[in-house]
């Protein structure tokens, strides 16, 4: 079996808590094999179009945004990425899933870490989901981090259910 090697990875932030679970995956990562990390961040259009109005001086411009989330991107990467060395920092305009799979695919990147918000039912359908979009389109390994309460909600679960399974049998007994 090929051993996989990862020497690239890519973590997508909207500057979220929960984006920021994600960054823990790829310290760990860099911790095995010291892999470039890059730290994306994806200016929506509509963000961008509400921003660039300018209405009484309200809103900021397309550069101004950028200059914005450059300066966040680097205070995250030192909070949550500071054992992995430099860091590429990245800041792209348009549809947050199509330019993340965009400039994984050109920057030949082993890995894309994103996170989900672990929304369901209509809540789901309504706000749409960029990591399923990325894992979906991406033709590059995705990792999809869940929230620590939506994990902890699973495994919970998992419990109350092997505990009715213990039950069961042992009523058959």
Do not use: W
Not at 14 to 20: R, T
Not at 143 to 170: A, G, T
Request: hydrophobic share 40%; aromatic share 4%.
């Amino acid at each position: 079996m090929k051993q996989l090697v990862i020497k690239k990875i890519l973590v997508s932030t909207d500057f979220s808590k929960l984006s920021f679970e994600a960054m823990g995956y790829a310290e760990m990562l860099f911790g095995l094999q010291e892999p470039q990390i890059y730290l994306i961040h994806v200016i929506e259009k509509s963000v961008e179009q509400k921003g660039t109005k300018k209405k009484k001086g309200v809103g900021k411009t397309k550069a101004e945004m950028e200059k914005d989330a450059m300066k966040q991107l680097g205070t995250v990467a030192n909070q949550y990425l500071s054992e992995c060395g430099a860091i590429s920092l990245i800041v792209k305009h348009g549809e947050s899933h199509r330019e993340i799979v965009k400039f994984a695919q050109e920057e030949n990147i082993d890995l894309v870490i994103i996170s989900t918000h672990g929304r369901t039912g209509i809540a789901h359908v309504l706000m749409g989901s960029v990591a399923e979009k990325v894992v979906r389109y991406s033709p590059i390994p995705v990792l999809s981090v869940k929230p620590m309460k939506v994990q902890m909600k699973l495994m919970e679960e998992d419990d109350v259910d092997e505990q009715l399974h213990i039950k069961s049998i042992n009523n058959k007994k």
